[in-house]
């Protein structure tokens, strides 16, 4: 089988952490990230995460044969990723956990019933993916804040209440 395409693999990621494509390439983590879902699912299971995704992509484009970064109906598109994926027992966790490895910089353990259904593979277990990781983490993005320990923006900067950007407050109040 062939390795997933790097290409898919971020445009599948800027999908579930609702992040533009820049700030994913900007944390230099996106070539580990997608090396640490083969490493700990196989190819074939990444591989059909994307395909799972383009299949939805195309599904809430109307027209399988459009181009994949033309506008989606957004709520076809959701319910096309619950669908096919987050519905799904095999993709479903992989999914998940490669939305919390963005945020989080770290990929989880699968769920003991995953690795017994399709399988235990070489990283399997909870781990960071590089040191970098937790500092590029999409969470510190996300809350307006910087990783404790690391990227100090100051002195006194800890006497201020992170700020939450209202692009991902999507209408809740502060």
């Given at each position: 089988m062939t390795a997933p395409p790097f290409e898919e693999f971020l445009r599948l990621s800027v999908d579930l952490t609702a992040f533009v494509e820049?700030?994913?390439?900007?944390?230099?983590?996106?070539h580990e990230y997608l090396a640490k879902a083969r490493a700990a699912c196989g190819d074939e299971t990444v591989s059909a995460l994307l395909d799972a995704h383009r299949a939805a992509r195309a599904e809430a484009a109307g027209d399988s044969g459009r181009h994949a970064r033309i506008p989606l109906d957004r709520d076809l598109f959701d319910r096309a990723l619950r669908h096919r994926i987050f519905g799904d027992d095999r993709l479903g966790p992989v999914a998940r956990n490669v939305i919390k490895l963005w945020y989080a910089g770290m990929w989880y353990a699968l769920p003991p019933e995953w690795t017994d259904?399709?399988?235990?593979?070489?990283a399997v277990g909870t781990s960071t993916v590089t040191a970098a990781s937790y500092q590029e983490g999409l969470l510190w993005r996300a809350i307006g804040a910087n990783p404790p320990g690391a990227k100090a923006p100051g002195y006194g900067s800890w006497a201020r209440p992170p700020r939450i950007a209202e692009r991902y407050l999507k209408g809740a109040r502060r």
């Amino acid at each position: 089988m062939t390795a997933p395409p790097f290409e898919e693999f971020l445009r599948l990621s800027v999908d579930l952490t609702a992040f533009v494509e820049t700030d994913l390439l900007g944390t230099g983590m996106a070539h580990e990230y997608l090396a640490k879902a083969r490493a700990a699912c196989g190819d074939e299971t990444v591989s059909a995460l994307l395909d799972a995704h383009r299949a939805a992509r195309a599904e809430a484009a109307g027209d399988s044969g459009r181009h994949a970064r033309i506008p989606l109906d957004r709520d076809l598109f959701d319910r096309a990723l619950r669908h096919r994926i987050f519905g799904d027992d095999r993709l479903g966790p992989v999914a998940r956990n490669v939305i919390k490895l963005w945020y989080a910089g770290m990929w989880y353990a699968l769920p003991p019933e995953w690795t017994d259904h399709y399988g235990a593979h070489a990283a399997v277990g909870t781990s960071t993916v590089t040191a970098a990781s937790y500092q590029e983490g999409l969470l510190w993005r996300a809350i307006g804040a910087n990783p404790p320990g690391a990227k100090a923006p100051g002195y006194g900067s800890w006497a201020r209440p992170p700020r939450i950007a209202e692009r991902y407050l999507k209408g809740a109040r502060r």
